[in-house]
């Protein structure tokens, strides 16, 4: 019954125009080859009229099965691919035409993904007499859509799933288009704070201002890849040490489409890497005063021994010679070289931590309110002695007569640096030297200790004076005006007596 008003369109049509435009000869003869598109036509109550080689090899139906069927036949059994198609018909009614993409069944069950275009047919008369359907199977684009949507999205997930490196993207002009869990975590800011923000936000304001943000972005641009290291700001102000890679992203035919940005926070490996250069260079401080110390020390106790052999001969001889007035004189002055040797002797067996020590608990507080005076005297007028004790203070082990000694020669250094005057500080205090601390020290233990500080308010060293203060013999001061032994004996006797000593010192 449905076929009535299309066979007379057909009829008409062929009659009054057969190699005109008319729909319906359109749908039958122009489609009837074409196998890549199911071309066919349907009445206005949706029953299939002609079907072509093209929606036989889509649809699987041939013409003698499907015709006269209603098209409704050719959708999945989704209530909602049924509301779609009516509204697909519906707008090519008020329209003309309509184009939608959505799942269509085959004969065997199986679904396609289709591009469906719709478009109504009107006689000569205006007369609405069906609509004709363009089907293009898009299951292939679909399936390659789909996987890349799941590459995408497992991409995402892959990328949001890394919360050791912030990883998100940048527009060209700089700004935040997406945000990773670990940009998150390592920044302080949420997708929704920081998405539309400029990146530049997370340079420190004078990096900012020296224009470092847009020129990674014209490298990256130029060069296809930026990377530095540099401080950054979180978002709760505290910075950090990051190393950041900016990548150029481009399409197939070049143009700028934005930046991948990767920012690792580096600061535990800097503060990792600095720990160790220091422990290098500690360990080859110990070992070079090592080695120093046990060639200084031997030499030393040598040496001592040589002097009192010379020392014991000469005594020998000024008593055989007591009434040789000229003898005597000469021998004195050669017993006060050999003690001048012995004293050298003494200093170099201190360095080189083979002296004799008596150590003992004390409290050094006494010790060293007792030596004020003495110091006062040996450093003159224009020094200020300060003495600055903590309470509750600790016992020592440590032999007093030797450090009273180590504490004038330092003070006497100190007085060299002030020839005009100053300070000098004496502070005691309790002291925990921690694992963090002692981690570069190789031949320093963790635990309690009595910390000594001399402070003065001289001239202070350079940085390559400061690296061979400790050196025996090494000094700043003209000939004749020190041994350059103090340091060192103060150095051998801390370390003899199981301490730590260190400089801080500004020119």
């Known amino acids: 019954m449905d076929g009535v008003p299309v066979q007379k369109l057909n009829d008409m049509s062929r009659t009054e125009n057969p190699d005109g435009p008319a729909a319906e000869y359109w749908a039958t003869e122009w489609a009837r080859p074409v196998t890549e598109l199911a071309v066919f036509a349907i009445t206005p109550d949706g029953f299939i009229s002609t079907w072509n080689a093209g929606a036989e090899v889509i649809y699987g139906y041939r013409p003698d099965e499907i015709i006269g069927a209603h098209s409704t036949v050719l959708l999945p059994d989704d209530p909602k691919d049924r509301e779609a198609f009516e509204a697909e018909l519906r707008q090519a009614r008020e329209k ?72 998100y993207m940048l527009s060209p002009d700089g700004f935040v288009t997406n945000w990773n869990n670990g940009a998150r975590r390592i920044k ?38 930026f990377e530095s290291e540099g401080w950054r700001v979180r978002r709760d102000g505290t910075r950090f040490v990051a190393h950041v890679i900016v990548d150029a992203i481009r399409d ?46 031997g030499v030393a106790h040598d040496f001592n021994n040589v002097l009192q052999v010379l020392r014991g001969n000469l005594e020998l001889l000024q008593t055989r010679c007591a009434r040789d007035q000229w003898s005597m004189e000469r021998f004195g002055n050669a017993i006060q070289a050999v003690e001048r040797g012995a004293t050298l002797a003494s200093q170099l067996l201190a360095f080189g931590r083979r002296q004799a020590l008596r150590p003992e608990p ?27 004790v903590s309470g509750g203070l600790w016992n020592a082990f440590v032999d007093v007569h030797q450090l009273d000694n180590v504490l004038l020669n330092l003070a006497i250094n100190a007085r060299d640096a002030m020839p005009d005057g100053g300070m000098l500080t004496l502070e005691l205090s309790n002291a925990m030297l921690d694992d963090d601390y002692v981690r570069s020290l190789s031949d320093v233990p963790a635990g309690q200790y009595v910390m000594l500080g001399v402070t003065d308010t001289g001239c202070g060293m350079s940085a390559d004076v400061l690296e061979r203060a400790f050196d025996p013999f090494f000094t700043t001061k003209p000939e004749g005006q020190g041994t350059g032994l103090g340091l060192s004996m103060a150095y051998g006797f801390v370390k003899q007596s199981g301490g730590h000593i260190r400089i801080y010192s500004e020119p």
Request: aromatic letters at 6%; a negative charge; hydrophobic letters at 40%.
């Open 96 to 167: 003309g035409s309509s184009a939608i993409e959505g799942w269509r069944k085959r004969k065997d069950g199986s679904v396609l993904w289709a591009s469906v275009v719709t478009t109504a047919l009107v006689d000569t008369n205006g007369t609405p007499v069906g609509f004709a359907k363009l089907v293009r199977d898009e299951s292939e684009k679909r399936k390659a859509h789909e996987a890349v949507i799941e590459s995408e999205q497992r991409f995402r997930l892959l990328v949001d799933g890394v919360s050791d490196d912030a990883i």
């Open 362 to 388: 004390v409290n050094l507080a006494a010790m060293v309110r007792g030596t004020d005076d003495l110091l006062r005297r040996a450093l003159g007028e224009t020094i200020e002695v300060e003495t600055v």
């Open 252 to 297: 197939d035919s070049g143009a700028l489409l934005g930046f991948a940005k990767i920012t690792r926070d580096v600061t535990e490996k800097r503060e990792a890497d600095k720990l160790l250069e220091e422990t290098k260079a500690a360990l080859f401080r110990a070992q070079k005063m090592e080695a120093i110390g046990r060639l200084t020390g």
């Open 188 to 225: 302080g800011y949420s997708a929704q704070e920081i998405m539309g923000s400029h990146f530049s936000r997370f340079y420190t304001p004078e990096d900012a201002a020296a224009g470092l943000p847009q020129r990674a972005l014209e490298i990256a641009a130029l060069e296809g890849r």
